[in-house]
């Protein structure tokens, strides 16, 4: 049950937020529409296609699946498991569950069996389906697309480089050393002196004693560093630099708690808030600070987006490949048509010239019949080509009918590949949005010390570059009802 909005030029036409809410009324769909801030970002990152509208019953599943997690203990921290222990269990599978759709009416959905987290690394079905089980020791943990997984811890003493070697994938990664770029790393948990040069993805958080350069990394949890350089940080929890961040792009559906952190060369997008000492430089390229929206959810649904259209692109050449081998077909079957016409004229005329001539032949001039006899002839030419023609242009029509009953099997397939493989980027991007649906937006930034001029400052729906250097203020983006957003500074900020 999801509704999209498609925009044909969306580089050349501009969208508003309200054209779309009216849209989205004028169909009747009045439940399950995204937050204003969901499709503000949306339009803003100029997305082509996008969800405005979906009714998601993971939670309502949980409730009425009875869902238990055996995870985390008393404290909400993660307890040790057994290889064998379980981590959840369904103790009951409802068929059918009653819901509100996209307008706002009861209906009832057939669930079958469906279970409402699945299997990650680590982890095995029971054989009833009813429970998750682990497959090996190590600390539990659930991901924000719903699966289970098992963390075995691993301690390196060392650099993780080459000369280490690759690391065990969902492993709970202790380094002793830095983390490098020798292997792309998944993990559970982090922790490092330095993370230099790596690619990591990580279910839980990141910590360094350091810092973090060179890095492309993406967490669901919080990410602790004394610096970030040239780096890329994505994340679903909050972000914590002690002293700088530079040539950097943050992105966190959390808050960037940073009070005595230097912003340079870099964009912070946070949604539940900014803290800083300052931004900029009186040399440095101008930074962006934004709070409040949804730009690490939206961040992370493009990719999904692009997969999924180059889905739909697969599908669609084998479809057009298909009806290009028809229309060629199509084609040569008209031409044959003509032929076949020209042959049997041809035929027509030759046999009245051979009646003609066997009832005049000695009453005819030899001159005369001699020229009878090569336009004869000619026909006989003529029908013999039009006939070899013919055979030619059938066997090549036989070829694009084969061709197109050929690309129509594998298009059957290609189909239902398709399907699965929508339904499962469907299932992360849907993932994405409803985690990030559960946390409100906070539009503050708060700057302990100066804001250069040329940095930009903004919340959801507004942005402004400073013309000025600014020292010690707060921005609210403020949006009362039935007013426009706007931006609103509260000057000397006290600090403790």
Known sequence: MTAWVERDNPDEMATTLNQVKDAAMTYGIINGVYPDAFIQCFLDAGIRKFPVARVDCADLLKRQSKLSLYITGDNDKPIEKKKGDILAEQTGAPTEIQVKNLYGQNINIATGNDFAVCCG??????????????????????????????????????????????????????????????????????SADEIRGANIDAIGDINTRI??????????????????????????????????????????????????????????????????????????????????????????????????????????????????????????????????????????????????LDKKRDLIHDKILNNIQTLISTYDTRMNRSLATLKTMNGSKKEHDASALELEKKIS????????????????????????????????IEIKGTAYAGTTLGGIYQRMPLRDDKTGFKIEEVRGQGRAPELRFTPRLQTS
Not at 139 to 160: G, K
Not at 287 to 316: C, K, W, Y
Request: overall charge positive; proline content about 3%; aromatic content about 8%.
């Open 413 to 444: 397939i290609a189909t239902v590949q398709a399907e699965k493989e929508i339904f499962s980027h469907e299932k992360i991007l849907f993932a994405y949005l409803e985690t990030s649906k559960k946390s409100i937006g906070i539009p503050i």
């Open 121 to 190: 690394e680590n982890t095995r079905w029971s054989r009833d389906k009813l429970k998750i089980l682990a497959a090996k020791s190590g600390l539990p943990s659930l991901s924000v697309t719903r699966r289970m997984f098992i963390h075995p811890v691993v301690h390196v003493l060392e650099d993780a480089d080459y000369r280490y070697g690759p690391i065990e994938p969902y492993a709970d990664l202790s380094v002793s050393g830095t983390i490098t770029g020798a292997y792309s790393i998944t993990a559970g948990k982090v």
């Open 211 to 356: 810092g973090i350069s060179d890095a492309i990394v993406h967490a669901q949890g919080d990410v602790h560093a004394r610096y970030v350089h040239n780096s890329k940080i994505e994340t679903f929890g909050n972000v914590y630099v002690q002293n700088e961040i530079i040539d950097s792009q943050i992105r966190c559906s959390g808050k960037c708690e940073s009070p005595k952190c230097r912003v340079i060369s870099s964009s912070v997008y946070a949604k539940e808030g900014v803290i800083l000492s300052s931004v900029g430089s009186e040399r440095s390229v101008p930074s962006t600070i934004i709070a409040g929206g949804e730009q690490h959810a939206i961040g992370l649904v493009q990719p999904i987006l692009d997969m999924m259209n180059a889905v739909f692109d697969r599908l669609e050449d084998l479809k057009d490949e298909k009806s290009y081998q028809q229309s060629q077909a199509e084609k040569i079957f008209k031409k044959m048509i003509k032929l076949k016409t020209f042959h049997d004229k041809a035929k027509k005329r030759k046999d009245a010239l051979l009646f003609e």
